[in-house]
């Protein structure tokens, strides 16, 4: 019979040779990971031309090709590495945030945040792509602005904020989102709910008008 030390040797024998398959696994399916994603930034390269801030025959550059697809952050990381230009717009004057905003790509959003895009850019409506992530019913992509936009409180041509577009179209989920900056740990200032837009109204007066009792409970707290 084997004696208790080699028995003991041979667990941990055992042990490490799992730790070591498990860890082998995790480095080769990063690895493959890494692959399909260089291999995802060069197709989209070669659609425009070689070019990072290319155009394809739509007029989309690499990085709004990748945000038209999916909410592949991975890539569009990948080609913010290589010098996309993130504040770039399309022909519609959209960036890609924006697009990203209305696409509900929330991943890329944090990524496009990170990478130095301007969230406070205006598209021809005078919004943002905060603002258009409100319009477009996408609250999981609004509680992304909410961790890392600059201002949360920046108003149209209209006066209206993200908060008070929220209450227009009745989307509590998204109102929600931006009342609960503390909660989430936000970085930017918080929603200043005594602003007014054109009308003088303020977010409250809008839901308060509307008949939106539950939004209002949550403005009036």
Do not use: W, Y
Not at 42 to 52: A, H, M, T
């Amino acid at each position: 019979m084997l004696s208790s030390t080699v028995l003991t040797g041979v667990v941990v024998l055992l042990v490490l040779l799992i730790v070591l398959g498990a860890v082998t696994c995790v480095f080769l399916k990063r690895h493959e990971k890494r692959e399909i994603v260089l291999h995802k930034v060069e197709r989209l390269l070669e659609s425009c031309g070689g070019q990072v801030d290319g155009l394809d025959r739509h007029g989309l550059t690499p990085l709004m090709r990748a945000l038209a697809t999916s909410d592949d952050f991975l890539t569009v990381e990948e080609l913010l590495k290589r010098g996309a230009d993130p504040d770039r717009c399309n022909a519609s004057g959209c960036t890609p945030m924006m697009m990203a905003a209305d696409l509900d790509r929330a991943s890329c959003i944090a990524s496009l945040i990170r990478g130095g895009a301007n969230d406070q850019a205006r598209d021809p409506s005078g919004r943002t792509a905060l603002m258009r992530a409100v319009l477009a019913h996408n609250p999981v992509s609004v509680g992304q602005f909410v961790l890392g936009a600059t201002s949360l409180n920046a108003q149209d041509p209209d006066g209206n904020t993200a908060l008070m577009l929220a209450v227009l179209i009745g989307q509590i989920d998204s109102v929600r989102v931006l009342l609960d900056t503390e909660g989430r740990g936000a970085r930017c200032e918080p929603i200043d709910v005594t602003l007014t837009n054109e009308q003088g109204l303020t977010a409250l007066d809008m839901a308060e008008q509307r008949g939106l009792s539950e939004i209002a409970g949550l403005l009036r707290r």
